[in-house]
């Protein structure tokens, strides 16, 4: 990961550049929010952990001015020894997607920006893939291999849930959440979506990729190396 950390206390900034250098990162230091900002804008970073508290330019500022300005989504994970709700909330106000409170555990520093940043990842990746199955969230297409496949929106939700949490199990629970919240929906709702969701995207192929996991859910999965196709 490609890291800059924005702090103007000399001893802490050391800390945390040899503490994530020693884990395999390639760390950028600024003292100031100034410089901080100008790395920000002109480098390609996985995280910025951003100190609240900076001399020409304090971290509430700079992150504002990236998110709003320069229109910079990388993650922020901001250092304060402010720890009342309102700092928390505010630094949450201005584009900050973390929060941590001095003196910490640098040990919980780096998972926090593991999460931050595995989340960004997730949110940038928008074509899913399961096998030769395809979802394009910014076209709103899905494919078979070469074949355009045309699902309802009801569907389209369904689809997006099930390769998003491939290979695990989705709910029936969850797939009901998805699409009509807490209300209960008819007892064949469910069954009659995944029904018309299964036949688009299985029926016309070799592979079939939607199964059912009895008292369960349902499941989204290519085939497993050395293992045959079998129906759902």
């Known amino acids: 990961m490609r890291i800059l950390v924005v702090e103007d206390n000399r001893d802490i900034l050391a800390n945390v550049s040899e503490y994530f250098t020693l884990k395999g990162c390639d760390v950028t230091e600024a003292l100031d929010g100034l410089s901080g900002l100008h790395h920000a804008v002109t480098g390609n970073y996985d995280a910025i952990i951003l100190d609240l508290m900076l001399p020409g330019m304090d971290g509430m500022v700079l992150c504002k001015t990236l998110r709003e300005n320069s229109k910079n989504q990388t993650p922020i994970l901001m250092l304060t020894a402010r720890d009342e709700l309102r700092d928390r909330l505010a630094g949450f106000q201005v584009g900050a997607d973390d929060y941590i409170v001095k003196p910490f555990a640098l040990s919980e520093l780096l998972a926090r920006v593991e999460v931050v ?29 070469a074949t355009l496949l045309k699902l309802n929106p009801t569907n389209m939700i369904f689809l997006e849930l099930l390769m998003r949490k491939s290979p695990a199990v989705v709910t029936r629970r969850e797939l009901e959440q998805a699409i009509w919240g807490n209300s ?27 199964h059912t996991v009895h008292g369960m859910g349902y499941r989204l999965q290519g085939p497993r190396p050395g293992k045959s196709p079998t129906a759902p």
Do not use: C, W
């Open 117 to 145: 940043t595995r989340r960004f990842r997730g949110m940038k990746n928008r074509v899913l893939h399961i096998h030769d199955l395809t979802y394009d969230l910014d076209a709103l297409e899905v494919r078979r291999g």
């Open 184 to 210: 209960q929906p008819d007892s064949d709702s469910l069954r009659t979506n995944i029904y018309m969701l299964r036949k688009i995207i299985d029926r016309s192929f070799d592979t079939p990729l939607l």
